[in-house]
């Protein structure tokens, strides 16, 4: 078997339909599906049954204990020489694993990612979160959409790992928040070789709400932290922007109570990030909707890096201690 496509889901099931039908539609066919049930309350198993005459698919389900030992519970059971790491929220181009493979067959590689990019029936709302999520004009330039990078650090929604390192490298760890990009960090520790694939993209759906964006992303803050907690030398500058726009967006508010000019930077940061929007998307609509999700994920992350900041770096919490109301659902 070439490849294990490992798909975490919690409470997912429609989302988990779009993946599995965009997996039928692969040109290269040699793979299995293993999908893992997190503590569901509403299962997906019927969902996987539908595509057991059109797919190898294996389902298993077990008790919630957060998506990287939920990616382990899987792998263990996996056959592939490689392991593909998806999210439920994704859907594949028909040319996906062939893409992988192609990579693959050109110069073999230990670990790899791939980008993402927003499908045509995707909401504006989604769009304009996923244009949020790849702007130059937020954090997202710096995560994945460049062909030249000195090291790559491969994210969950669309992650593979030849098995053997997967394996030497023990899986995931506990970690609740930053659990890949942990991963990411001990395929380089561990001397491994790890590529962009840039044509080995995926649509990511990602959250399609602006509340559960911004619990996404205020995680992810979290996340930047507690990676500085175990490696300090993983925290760079570019990761303590976010932090920086929400402290400065704050002041400029207060500011603004004397001084109504106060409010001309983001005034303009707002029509800069809808006017860019706007040309990409093609729609004043999304362009609109993308200052607010742009807002979203710097003030987002921003806030959630704070938070953690204080509680670990000041206080001198542990993860778990400090953020226990956040394990595992």
Known sequence: MRYSVIIPVYNRPDEVDELLQSL????????EVIVVEDGSSIPCKAVTDTYRPLLDIHYYAKPNSGPGQTRN???ERSRGEYLIILDSDCILPEGYLAALEE??????????????????????????????????????????????????????????????????????????????????????????????????????????????????????????????????????????LPAAFTLGVAFLLLAALCCPYSLLPILFYALLVCADSTVQNRSLRIGIYSIVASFIQLIGYGTGFLRAWWNRCIRGKEEFEAFKKNFYK
């Open 24 to 31: 039928t539609q692969q040109t290269f066919k040699e793979f």
């Open 73 to 75: 519970y899987g792998a």
């Open 103 to 240: 990579e693959l067959q050109r110069r073999p590689a230990d670990a790899f990612g791939g980008p993402d990019r927003a499908h045509a029936s995707f909401t504006d709302l989604q769009k304009a979160i996923n244009y949020s999520m790849t702007s130059f004009f937020t954090t997202g330039g710096i995560r994945g959409g460049k062909k030249k990078m000195d090291k790559f650090y491969p994210r969950s929604f669309n992650m593979g790992v030849r098995r053997e390192v997967y394996q030497a490298l023990g899986g995931f760890s506990r970690m609740r928040f930053g659990e890949d990009i942990d991963f990411s960090i001990r395929i380089f520790k561990g001397g491994y070789d790890c590529r962009l694939f840039p044509s080995a993209w995926v649509y990511h759906k990602r959250r399609t709400d602006f509340r559960k964006f911004f619990k996404q992303v205020h995680n992810s803050g979290i996340a930047r932290i507690n990676l500085y907690k175990k490696y300090p030398e993983s925290l760079k500058l570019v990761h303590l």
